[in-house]
């Protein structure tokens, strides 16, 4: 899977540009040239969400009320992302769609310069993690997330309205059971995910620690719950740890240790969306600087193997030194 062209309108700090991208592409350009704003706009063509923006007005140029993100995706048609008047809009060939019907059309994998964080970071990096992944194969994960999120915000409203006296526990039902069913699902995917990655044999073992949702458990919170305002159990409060020799990576890994575990987490992610349409596409943020030779090295080779299995490779740098031979340059 490779995506041919992209056009930014509006998006960050980039006007009007157009890149066209080979197998391999190096974007170069001084800090703070829009490097990766540039993989900001892939990788919301591929899941519909921005990586690092919290609202999607963010990603709105600053001094417009509109953006347009388009990508010419090998074989699979063209793709937009667009926000106007506030909302997100999606499109696939010119055609509207929902986003639960947009992503994954693009599969793509995201290396940058935080992601040791999915180690050492909180819970939440590992759930937006997980959900970054398993959207981009599952139309019903997407779904399922959207509801989910949706009722959990008016599920969270009637516990603080119960705490104040404005509402009776029987409005809660209805929302009980909308979110036992999609946290059911999501957390089961969450499971196959992580289960999968165990199977790939090696030293590193991912754990879920998951935060069913059920009657049961629902019914053993429901006095903390009405006092705290919030859900206290559901996939909302999941997390997962890395263990190398039945050991947390993140409490007893050397740093050395604790990337190398995200380089096993990030290649079973690319495992896991390799499709009839191919392997998904890399996108690797400005990783070579926090390097060491050796490791670059590693990475190198990872690339040339990824590249070997039909893969194509964008990569961004500030340092025109660390550019490989071979590779296409977009200088910004
Ligand atoms: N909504 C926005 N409108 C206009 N400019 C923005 C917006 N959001 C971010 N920017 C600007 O975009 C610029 C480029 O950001 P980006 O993170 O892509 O740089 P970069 O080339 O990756 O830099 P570095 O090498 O430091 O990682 C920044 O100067 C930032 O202030
Ligand atoms: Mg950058």
Do not use: C
Request: glycine share 8%; no cysteine; proline share 2%.
């Amino acid at each position: 899977m490779k995506i041919d062209k992209l056009e930014l309108k509006n998006f960050r700090n980039h006007d009007k540009r157009a890149f066209s991208f080979g197998d391999k592409t190096v974007i170069v350009g001084e800090n703070g040239s829009g490097k990766s704003n540039i993989l900001e706009a892939i990788y919301l063509l591929a899941t519909g969400k921005s990586f690092r923006a919290d609202t999607d007005l963010e990603m709105v140029n600053y001094e417009r009320q509109f953006f347009r993100v388009d990508g010419k995706i090998k074989d699979n048609g063209d793709l937009g992302v667009l926000l106007n008047e506030g909302r997100k809009k999606f499109e696939v060939n010119g055609i509207s769609k929902r986003m639960m019907d947009f992503a994954g059309r693009l599969k793509a994998v995201l290396f940058g310069p935080t992601d040791l964080d999915l180690i050492t970071g909180s819970p939440s990096i590992r759930r937006r993690y997980l959900d970054f992944v398993i959207m981009q194969t599952d139309r019903e994960y997407r779904r399922s997330l959207i509801s989910y999120e949706k009722g959990l915000r008016q599920r969270n409203k009637i516990l603080e309205n119960i705490r104040e006296g404005l509402a009776e526990r029987n409005q809660l039902w209805f929302w009980d059971r909308l979110l036992i069913k999609e946290g059911g699902y999501i957390t089961q995917k969450r499971e196959e995910y992580l289960d999968k990655a165990n199977k790939s044999g090696t030293r590193y073992k991912a754990v879920y620690d998951k935060s069913v949702i059920s009657e049961s458990r629902l019914k053993q919170y429901e006095v903390e719950e009405v006092g705290a305002a919030v859900t206290l159990v559901g996939p909302h409060r999941d997390d997962f740890t890395v263990e190398m020799s039945a050991k947390d990576i993140s409490k007893y890994g050397s740093r050395g240790e604790q990337r190398m575990a995200v380089m096993w987490l990030k290649k079973n992610e690319s495992e896991y969306l390799v499709t009839d349409e191919g392997v998904p596409v890399w996108l690797l943020d400005d990783i070579f600087s926090e390097l060491d030779h050796h490791h670059r090295e590693e990475v190198e080779k990872e690339v040339e193997r990824q590249i070997k299995k039909g893969g194509q490779i964008i990569m961004t740098t500030a340092d025109p030194h660390v550019v490989p031979k071979g590779w296409d340059i977009i200088e910004m």
